[in-house]
């Protein structure tokens, strides 16, 4: 099951797993704090770290876009890897088996 939850941690996804009011929220704090991020839990921590890496880039690109805007449109970009801890990843690898076994087949 180890290779199962790495293999879906790492995957590819459509976008981050994250508010966009949350994702503004944090990123504004971190620009307060000089790129510090204050979120502590490591999965998340560098989930908040890629999403600042990107939007600082976006803003010093050569368009006028708002912190919010820039925080939206790299929020529903693709995002590397799903940013969750080992056991939360299980969790929900068993919620998503438990919802199969429970729906009527066809």
């Known amino acids: 099951m180890k290779n199962v939850v790495q293999h879906v ?3 590819e996804y459509s976008r981050f797993f994250v508010s966009e009011d949350r994702a503004i929220r ?6 307060r704090l000089g790129g510090e991020c204050p979120i502590k839990t490591p999965s998340t921590q ?3 770290e890629e999403i600042y890496k990107r939007v600082m880039l976006l803003l010093n ?3 006028e876009l708002s912190l919010e805007d820039a925080v939206i449109r790299v929020v529903n970009a693709p ?4 940013y969750l801890s080992d056991r939360k990843t299980y969790e929900k690898i ?3 088996k438990q919802l199969c076994k429970t729906r009527p087949k066809r």
């Open 61 to 63: 690109s050569s368009e």
């Open 46 to 48: 560098e989930m908040y």
């Open 26 to 31: 944090v990123i504004q704090k971190m620009i």
């Open 9 to 11: 941690k790492n995957s």
């Open 79 to 82: 995002a590397p890897k799903l």
């Open 94 to 96: 068993n919620e998503a």
